[in-house]
Each structure stands twice: as C-alpha cells, then as structure tokens.
Nanobody
Framework: QVQLVESGGGLVQPGGSLRLSCAAS????????IGWFRQAPGKEREGVSC??????????ADSVKGRFTISRDNAKIKNTVYLQMNSLKPEDTAVYYC?????????????????WGQGTQVTVSS
C-alpha cells in the first residue's frame, strides 16, 4: 500500500526558510517520480518540483527556481524526499502536497500523479 506523509510546514516570516519532508513507502520497485505540489485558497493545485527515482534528476516550476531545492534520501525500505524552501514570499503560502508518479520521466502535471499525501500548511507572513 502506497503511503505518503508530509511534515515540516509552519509559519515563517518573508525571507525565511522551511524544509518539508515527504516519507514515502509502498512502491520500492520500478521507475517513479516524487513531486511537490501546492494549493493556495481559491486557486488550482500547481506543481512546484519533482525528482526522479532512477537518476535523481529534478525539475522546478519557474516561480521557485533558485529558491527551492528538492532532494531525496533513498533508504532501503522508506524513501524520503525533501523540499528546502528559501527566500520565502507571502505568495508561497499554500498547502503543500507530495505525490507519486509511477513510471519514467518527470512531470509537474497534477493529472499524471497517482498517489497523494494529506498535505502540510505553509504560511509566509509577517
């Protein structure tokens, strides 16, 4: 059974940093990608970044390039993916979700992801 558990959200001032974690389990074989998405109130869910299981390649939305960094820690049983968020802005405020795309390649399209976590709230405010 695929499980995704996010953590690390919270309240931070503009210019501050947070690191989100996504503990993923239940799909240790085959190609897959893990992505981070976010959804602000009244807006559609949007892709932020993703990382490939095969070679660690990454992809970022233009809005977070140079500020956010995705990385992984491939433990034998449980994979953990991190999203380091620096220079945070009020417009980064959203619920952040991690998700799994089963198959090769990278994508930030919501519709291509098969499994989702419950989300963690990130609020950037002074």
């Amino acid at each position: 059974q695929v499980q995704l558990v996010e953590s690390g959200g919270g309240l931070v001032q503009p210019g501050g940093s947070l690191r989100l974690s996504c503990a993923a389990s239940g799909f240790t074989s085959g190609y897959y990608a893990i992505g981070w998405f976010r959804q602000a109130p009244g807006k559609e869910r949007e892709g932020v970044s993703c990382i490939s299981s095969s070679d660690g390649s990454t992809y970022y939305a233009d809005s977070v390039k140079g500020r956010f960094t995705i990385s992984r820690d491939n433990a034998k049983i449980k994979n953990t993916v991190y999203l380091q968020m620096n220079s945070l802005k009020p417009e980064d405020t959203a619920v952040y979700y991690c998700a799994v795309l089963r198959g090769p390649g990278l994508s930030l399209r919501v519709s291509e992801y098969d499994y989702w976590g419950q989300g963690t709230q990130v609020t950037v405010s002074s």
